[in-house]
Nanobody
Framework: EVQLQASGGGLVQPGNSLNLSCVVS????????LVWFREAPGKGHEGVAC????????YYSESVKGRFTIATDNAKKTLYLQMRSLKSEDTANYYC????WGHGCNANFRHDVWGQGTQVTVSS
């Protein structure tokens, strides 16, 4: 069974940092592109970052480029999202997801399997 479990969310002040983690199981970590996306009331579904398990290629949305970093630990089968210089508009429920087999990491942020999200609230 494919499982992705995100954690690490919380309340943080603007300008601060937060690190999210996602433990995955049920598939070969290196064969897929992994995606972080977020959902916020009134803003819909937004792809944030992705990383290719095959070649390590990464891609970021314009809204987070330069502030967020996606990374993996293959031994721990864990996906990370390091978030810096957080803004109030980053407030959302963050999800980790897997792309369909064969899909690369690009601006489509294509995904078909995801787990429960973790809430990030940026507020003073």
């Amino acid at each position: 069974e494919v499982q992705l479990q995100a954690s690490g969310g919380g309340l943080v002040q603007p300008g601060n940092s937060l690190n999210l983690s996602c433990v995955v199981s049920g598939f070969n970590f290196n064969d897929y592109t992994l995606v972080w996306f977020r959902e916020a009331p009134g803003k819909g579904h937004e792809g944030v970052a992705c990383i290719s398990g095959r070649d390590g290629n990464t891609y970021y949305s314009e809204s987070v480029k330069g502030r967020f970093t996606i990374a993996t630990d293959n031994a721990k089968k864990t996906l990370y999202l390091q978030m810096r210089s957080l803004k109030s508009e980053d407030t959302a429920n963050y999800y980790c997801a897997r792309s369909p087999w064969g899909h690369g990491c690009n601006a489509n942020f294509r995904h078909d399997v995801w787990g429960q999200g973790t809430q990030v609230t940026v507020s003073s």
